[in-house]
Nanobody
């Protein structure tokens, strides 16, 4: 599956952005989808994941209550709505896909769990 992320930009602290990731390919609906981020000089870290069915949703603690992951299977698109942004949210954000069976709602948060990656979109939050 090929992934194309978009929606990043520069925003002031407290502002909002919505990231989108479009998956293309013949089996693009058969994946759990995740968002990761990598700040300059730091390792890539898990942000949020949604299961293939959409019933399993998980977040890293620091974004709970501020970020929402969702998916539109008809459009093969996963979204990350980011509200109340903080300067520490500044990073390149990546979407990722993991092929799974429909009933799999496990909490995948290790980058090694995901086999396909998008190109990344920069999010910069100014103080």
């Amino acid at each position: 599956v090929q992934l194309q992320a978009s929606g990043g930009g520069l925003v002031q602290a407290g502002g909002s952005l919505r990231l989108s990731c479009v998956a293309s390919g013949p089996t693009s609906s058969r994946y759990a989808m995740g968002w990761f981020r990598q700040a300059s000089g730091k390792e890539r870290e898990f942000v949020a994941v949604i299961s293939r069915s959409g019933s399993g949703v998980y977040y890293r603690d620091s974004v709970k209550g501020r970020f929402t992951i969702s998916k539109d299977n008809a459009k093969n698109t996963v979204y990350l709505q980011m509200n109340s942004l903080k300067p520490e949210d500044t990073a390149v954000y990546y979407c990722a896909a993991r092929a799974t069976i429909y009933s799999d709602n496990r909490y995948y948060k290790d980058p090694a769990d995901f086999g396909s990656w998008g190109q990344g979109t920069q999010v910069t939050v100014s103080s």
